[in-house]
């Protein structure tokens, strides 16, 4: 049987995670009662794991002062970006969606801004749009991954996040390091 779930948001980051677990969980105790409480029990544990490891990741974050670091990123990563506390400026789609045009005024209204991170993320294809960009405005360039196993030695939810974060936070540490 399929069940599609219809969650919106960007499931790395974890409250949209937590609501895919109890949404997966509904879905599979009604499809198999006599097992409802295996899934609730299991749930449970997976749900206090998502809110530790974002408590966690949110203590690591907060040092960074990041609501005043103005960035622009992939759309696809929009929502765990803002999660993580960074002030988006503007988003960009995916390269077979961008026009030169585009380019050049994201470019420019990330000069405007004062954009000094762009936010890529890997499942979008190539890398090429967020470099240009990044290059364009004299800003640092990193890519995240959208999905558990896109890095090495993220195979699990909790690995790829703690890993999108510290890529976040390597990235401020460059910028801060240049700008000095």
Not at 41 to 53: G, M, P, R, V, Y
Not at 102 to 114: F, S
């Amino acid at each position: 049987k399929v069940v599609i779930l219809n969650i919106p948001g960007n499931w790395m980051t974890p409250t949209v995670q937590a609501q895919a677990v109890g949404n997966i969980t509904s879905s599979l105790a009604e499809i198999d009662p006599q097992n409802a409480s295996y899934y609730q029990s299991n749930a449970e544990s997976e749900l206090a794991a998502i809110t530790a490891k974002g408590n966690e990741l949110k203590a690591k974050l907060a040092a960074g002062n990041l609501s005043q670091v103005n960035v622009l990123c992939d759309a696809q990563i929009t929502d765990l970006v803002q999660w993580a506390g960074f002030n988006v400026v503007a988003s960009y789609p995916r390269p077979e969606d961008i026009s030169a045009k585009k380019m050049q005024e994201l470019i420019d209204q990330g000069k405007q801004a004062g954009v000094v991170i762009v936010i890529g993320n890997l499942q979008s294809g190539t890398p090429d749009v967020g470099v240009t960009i990044a290059s364009g405005i004299g800003a640092v360039q990193v890519t995240l991954s959208n999905f558990p196993g896109g890095f090495d030695d993220t195979e699990t939810w909790e690995k790829a996040i703690e890993k999108d974060v510290n890529l976040m936070l390597e990235a401020l540490a460059t910028y801060r390091g240049n700008s000095h």
